[in-house]
Protein backbone atom coordinates (compact mmCIF):
# COMPACT_ATOMS: atom_id res chain seq x y z
CA UNK A 1 0.00 0.00 0.00
CA UNK A 2 1.28 3.58 -1.17
CA UNK A 3 1.82 5.80 2.36
CA UNK A 4 3.60 8.88 2.71
CA UNK A 5 5.62 8.38 5.59
CA UNK A 6 4.55 10.20 9.09
CA UNK A 7 6.79 12.96 8.34
CA UNK A 8 6.17 13.62 4.74
CA UNK A 9 1.89 13.00 5.64
CA UNK A 10 2.47 16.34 8.02
CA UNK A 11 4.27 18.46 5.32
CA UNK A 12 1.04 17.83 3.19
CA UNK A 13 -1.35 18.22 5.44
CA UNK A 14 0.46 21.59 6.69
CA UNK A 15 0.42 22.69 2.84
CA UNK A 16 -3.41 21.86 2.76
CA UNK A 17 -4.13 24.28 5.54
CA UNK A 18 -2.52 27.05 3.51
CA UNK A 19 -5.68 27.09 1.90
CA UNK A 20 -9.21 28.11 2.33
CA UNK A 21 -12.00 24.86 3.10
CA UNK A 22 -12.23 23.39 -0.38
CA UNK A 23 -9.56 24.72 -1.93
CA UNK A 24 -7.40 21.50 -1.21
CA UNK A 25 -6.88 21.46 -5.27
CA UNK A 26 -4.32 24.21 -4.47
CA UNK A 27 -1.79 22.04 -2.92
CA UNK A 28 -1.73 19.63 -5.81
CA UNK A 29 1.52 20.87 -7.15
CA UNK A 30 4.26 20.74 -3.96
CA UNK A 31 2.10 17.56 -2.63
CA UNK A 32 3.15 16.39 -6.15
CA UNK A 33 6.66 17.44 -5.51
CA UNK A 34 6.44 15.27 -2.24
CA UNK A 35 5.23 12.40 -3.42
CA UNK A 36 8.10 12.54 -6.37
CA UNK A 37 10.62 12.77 -3.74
CA UNK A 38 9.01 9.89 -1.65
CA UNK A 39 8.27 7.22 -4.24
CA UNK A 40 11.71 7.11 -6.02
CA UNK A 41 11.84 10.08 -7.83
CA UNK A 42 8.75 9.56 -10.55
CA UNK A 43 5.22 9.43 -9.94
CA UNK A 44 2.98 6.55 -11.16
CA UNK A 45 -0.88 6.17 -11.24
CA UNK A 46 -1.17 4.45 -7.72
CA UNK A 47 0.88 7.50 -6.82
CA UNK A 48 -1.08 9.97 -8.26
CA UNK A 49 -4.06 8.21 -7.15
CA UNK A 50 -2.98 8.32 -3.88
CA UNK A 51 -2.44 11.90 -3.71
CA UNK A 52 -6.12 12.92 -5.42
CA UNK A 53 -7.29 10.47 -2.22
CA UNK A 54 -5.41 12.81 -0.19
CA UNK A 55 -6.59 16.27 -1.59
CA UNK A 56 -10.06 14.79 -2.09
CA UNK A 57 -10.38 15.50 -5.94
CA UNK A 58 -10.34 12.88 -9.34
CA UNK A 59 -7.56 10.83 -10.49
CA UNK A 60 -7.46 12.72 -13.75
CA UNK A 61 -7.03 16.41 -11.99
CA UNK A 62 -3.67 14.93 -10.93
CA UNK A 63 -3.11 13.40 -13.67
CA UNK A 64 -3.73 16.64 -16.18
CA UNK A 65 -1.16 18.28 -13.80
CA UNK A 66 1.71 15.64 -13.80
CA UNK A 67 1.90 15.13 -17.33
CA UNK A 68 1.48 19.16 -18.22
CA UNK A 69 4.20 20.07 -15.83
CA UNK A 70 7.86 18.62 -17.27
CA UNK A 71 9.02 18.90 -13.26
CA UNK A 72 7.73 15.66 -13.18
CA UNK A 73 8.55 12.51 -14.08
CA UNK A 74 6.07 9.59 -15.25
CA UNK A 75 8.42 6.86 -15.24
CA UNK A 76 11.82 6.40 -13.63
CA UNK A 77 14.63 8.60 -13.91
CA UNK A 78 18.08 8.03 -13.37
CA UNK A 79 20.36 9.91 -10.42
CA UNK A 80 20.60 12.92 -12.85
CA UNK A 81 18.42 13.91 -14.91
CA UNK A 82 19.36 16.81 -17.87
CA UNK A 83 16.77 19.08 -18.74
CA UNK A 84 17.92 20.31 -21.82
CA UNK A 85 15.79 23.76 -23.14
CA UNK A 86 14.49 23.86 -26.77
CA UNK A 87 12.92 26.50 -26.73
CA UNK A 88 13.97 29.12 -29.96
CA UNK A 89 16.59 31.09 -28.54
CA UNK A 90 18.39 27.90 -27.21
CA UNK A 91 17.61 26.12 -30.50
CA UNK A 92 19.07 29.30 -32.49
CA UNK A 93 21.75 29.12 -29.70
CA UNK A 94 22.73 25.55 -30.60
CA UNK A 95 20.38 23.49 -27.98
CA UNK A 96 19.79 21.25 -30.91
CA UNK A 97 23.47 20.23 -31.20
CA UNK A 98 23.91 20.00 -27.64
CA UNK A 99 20.73 17.34 -27.52
CA UNK A 100 22.03 15.58 -30.26
CA UNK A 101 25.81 15.33 -28.31
CA UNK A 102 24.17 14.05 -25.01
CA UNK A 103 22.44 11.85 -27.02
CA UNK A 104 25.52 10.58 -28.78
CA UNK A 105 27.53 10.65 -25.62
CA UNK A 106 25.39 8.69 -23.75
CA UNK A 107 23.79 6.06 -25.87
CA UNK A 108 20.22 7.59 -25.18
CA UNK A 109 17.62 9.10 -26.69
CA UNK A 110 15.63 11.87 -25.30
CA UNK A 111 13.03 10.49 -22.28
CA UNK A 112 15.94 7.66 -21.78
CA UNK A 113 17.86 6.40 -19.22
CA UNK A 114 21.66 4.95 -19.32
CA UNK A 115 21.39 1.66 -18.47
CA UNK A 116 23.54 2.05 -15.66
CA UNK A 117 20.56 4.21 -14.07
CA UNK A 118 22.91 7.45 -13.95
CA UNK A 119 21.43 10.05 -16.44
CA UNK A 120 17.99 11.01 -18.33
CA UNK A 121 17.68 12.95 -20.96
CA UNK A 122 14.86 15.00 -21.35
CA UNK A 123 13.57 18.06 -23.33
CA UNK A 124 11.80 20.97 -21.84
CA UNK A 125 10.12 24.14 -22.69
CA UNK A 126 11.97 26.85 -21.77
CA UNK A 127 13.33 27.69 -18.49
CA UNK A 128 13.74 31.55 -18.08
CA UNK A 129 17.32 31.83 -19.00
CA UNK A 130 17.17 32.71 -22.74
CA UNK A 131 20.25 34.83 -21.71
CA UNK A 132 22.43 32.17 -21.36
CA UNK A 133 21.68 29.44 -23.98
CA UNK A 134 21.72 26.90 -24.28
CA UNK A 135 21.13 25.80 -20.91
CA UNK A 136 19.85 23.04 -19.17
CA UNK A 137 18.59 22.31 -15.80
CA UNK A 138 20.55 19.67 -13.55
CA UNK A 139 18.32 19.19 -10.24
CA UNK A 140 18.16 23.17 -9.16
CA UNK A 141 20.96 23.98 -10.98
CA UNK A 142 21.15 25.96 -14.38
CA UNK A 143 24.24 24.98 -16.36
CA UNK A 144 24.54 27.80 -19.02
CA UNK A 145 26.60 28.53 -22.24
CA UNK A 146 26.66 25.00 -23.06
CA UNK A 147 29.19 23.20 -25.20
CA UNK A 148 30.43 19.99 -25.79
CA UNK A 149 32.99 20.37 -23.70
CA UNK A 150 30.87 21.87 -20.85
CA UNK A 151 28.59 18.97 -21.23
CA UNK A 152 31.53 16.41 -20.92
CA UNK A 153 32.67 18.07 -17.93
CA UNK A 154 29.31 18.21 -16.25
CA UNK A 155 28.95 14.08 -17.41
CA UNK A 156 32.29 13.89 -15.37
CA UNK A 157 31.71 15.72 -12.56
CA UNK A 158 28.61 14.12 -11.76
CA UNK A 159 29.82 10.48 -12.06
CA UNK A 160 32.73 11.41 -9.71
CA UNK A 161 30.08 12.47 -7.38
CA UNK A 162 27.79 9.36 -7.92
CA UNK A 163 31.16 7.33 -6.89
CA UNK A 164 32.32 9.36 -4.20
CA UNK A 165 29.20 9.16 -2.36
CA UNK A 166 28.89 5.22 -3.00
Known amino acids: MIQFSQYKLDKVKEIIERYP???QKSALLPVLHLAQEEFGGWLDV???????????????????????????????????????????????RGADNIINYIKEKLNIGVGETTEDGMFTLKV??????????????????????????????????????????N
Not at 49 to 56: M, R, T
Not at 132 to 155: C, N, R
Request: aromatic share 10%.
Open 21 to 23: EGK
Open 46 to 92: PVMDYVAELLNITPIEVYEVATFYSMYNLKPVGRYVFEVCQTGPCMV
Open 124 to 165: VECLGACGYAPMMQLGKIYKEHLTPEKVDQIISECRNFAASN
